[in-house]
């Protein structure tokens, strides 16, 4: 449902602009507002999950997360909508971890957690393509507004069904923790002032005073972030999991691929209906090879990472993905679906299908169970602000270029898109290069666990202090 609230908006997107006044730079915050706040929080989400309880931090999430859908459909502005928004990534971040890291500490982590791990990968993944045919659909059929109103049958299944997960585990002692509500609040806001300020660069250029405001307040922001890190006896982020070498590498490559994946489903939802002319529920049916492929490979990856080891799965995934990205570079303004962007859907779908979950692998391995709410929200966090960033990004990049092109009209916009794909492919090329080169023992990352050598004595110790479920 999650992944899905991302990927349904970007159909209704041009039907949201044109009933709301969204203006074009504007219309992106749509999605990036969502991705922002569900990033920004979702490290204090996983930290919540670990202390409060993840089944009780599963369904609060669900139960807002219902009520913002709600009140993004009836949103009356494009101020309400992008504000509802947000408040449906708030309670994302709360969702999200808990239910991941449920997961994780269900199974074992090896061949058992991996095909766990496979079945979560497809379903996020049919979740994003099926958004986009849903997507179409209501909009097509009922309006743009019950790409939110889906939500609330889906969160009420949800929280239906939740009694069949692991009952929190009582805890002892009356020491108080810390949640670390600085640092969440001073991360959150300065990601939200970079991609402000590289949003707005797209019409003012970055020597706008605006601009050069937004971009000073979010390195503020960071550097405090940092600050409070190192002088907090509960850190929103632990200096323990930078020690492990699978985390940083599955996170900074989750981040890179996400740029990737969400530039390659914005600009081809553009292109579908604004240039090829497609309906929204057209555009949405357009993705449908593409999703089944990605939850075929996805199961498949992680049966065979038990050989080849996650690495091997990350570097090829993104290389795959990369090539993909360069195919789009055939699309023209009058471009055959089947001859032109099938095989281009396709070659990103299998490259998705093989990075996501060993992405998902890598950032999740050798950490102990307690720890584990937090190692979730973290490659959750790299996900959303590597969709959000890159996006922003991207769009300038591509309407600079859009708005120097000879030709004008729809040649002006492709030769701008096309410029993101070159991005978008060089992106996910140097993930792969960062994997070999971070991943310097494959086996490391195999399905079977991680490496001793490459877990700092203090936190290989300390799994033996499992959490109780």
């Known amino acids: 449902m999650l992944i899905l609230d991302i990927a349904i908006v970007n159909v209704a997107l041009p039907s949201m602009q044109r009933t709301l006044g969204l203006s074009a730079e504007n ?8 991705a922002l706040t569900f990033g920004g929080f979702l490290m204090l989400g996983g930290r919540l999950a670990d202390i409060a309880g993840r089944r009780r931090m599963f369904l609060a999430g669900l139960v807002l997360f219902i009520g913002a859908s709600m009140l993004g459909g009836f949103s009356q502005s494009g101020g309400m909508l992008i504000a509802a928004r947000m408040i449906q990534g708030f309670a994302g971040a709360l969702v999200s971890p808990a239910a991941l890291s449920l997961l994780t500490t269900t199974f074992k982590e090896g061949l058992e957690r991996n095909r766990a791990l496979g079945m979560w990968s497809a379903m996020a993944a049919g979740g994003a393509s099926a958004g986009l045919i849903l997507g179409g659909l209501l909009t097509q059929e009922l309006s743009w507004r019950f790409t939110l109103f889906v939500n609330v049958p889906l969160g009420l299944i949800a929280v239906l069904l939740s009694p069949v997960l692991p009952a929190d585990a009582r805890r002892g002692g009356t020491k108080k923790v810390s949640l670390d509500i600085p640092g969440a609040v001073s991360l959150t806001g300065g990601v939200l002032a970079l991609a402000y300020g590289v949003t707005e660069a797209t019409g003012q250029g970055f020597a706008s005073t605006k601009v050069l405001i937004a971009l000073a307040l979010s390195a503020a922001l960071l550097i405090a972030f940092v600050v409070v890190e190192k002088g907090s006896s509960h850190p929103l982020l632990p200096g323990r999991m930078l020690r492990l070498r699978s985390v940083v590498a599955g996170n900074s490559v989750a981040a890179l691929v996400s740029v990737v994946m969400i530039g390659a489903v914005f600009f081809n939802s553009l292109y579908l209906q604004e240039i090829l002319g497609y309906s929204p529920i057209q555009a949405g049916l357009a993705w449908l090879p593409q999703t089944v492929l990605i939850m075929v490979v996805s199961n498949i990856a992680a049966r065979i990472a038990t050989k080849l080891g996650a690495g091997t799965l990350i570097a090829l995934g993104t290389l795959v993905l990369g090539t993909g990205m360069l195919l789009f570079l055939r699309t023209e303004p009058d471009s055959d679906y089947f001859t032109v962007l099938i095989p281009a859907m396709l070659v990103t779908g299998i490259g998705v299908g093989l990075a996501f979950v060993s992405v998902t692998m890598a950032a999740t391995a050798g950490v102990p169970d307690l720890d584990q709410g937090i190692a979730s ?15 922003a990004v991207l769009v300038n990049i591509a309407g600079s270029v859009a708005r120097v092109s000879v030709p004008r009209g729809a040649g002006a916009v492709l030769a701008g898109y096309h410029e993101a794909f070159v991005i978008a492919a060089a992106i996910a090329f140097v993930a792969a290069i960062l994997v070999l080169i971070v991943i310097k023992r494959p086996s490391a990352l195999r399905a079977g666990g991680v490496a001793e050598t490459m877990l700092p004595r203090p936190i290989h110790a300390a799994t033996g202090a499992v959490e109780p479920m």
């Not at 219309?27 to 969502?34: E, P």
């Not at 790299?382 to 960033?389: E, F, H, L, P, S």
């Open 27 to 34: 219309i992106q915050w749509v999605v990036g507002g969502y």
């Open 377 to 391: 929200g973290l490659i959750g966090t790299a996900q959303q602000v590597g969709m959000a960033v890159g996006l």
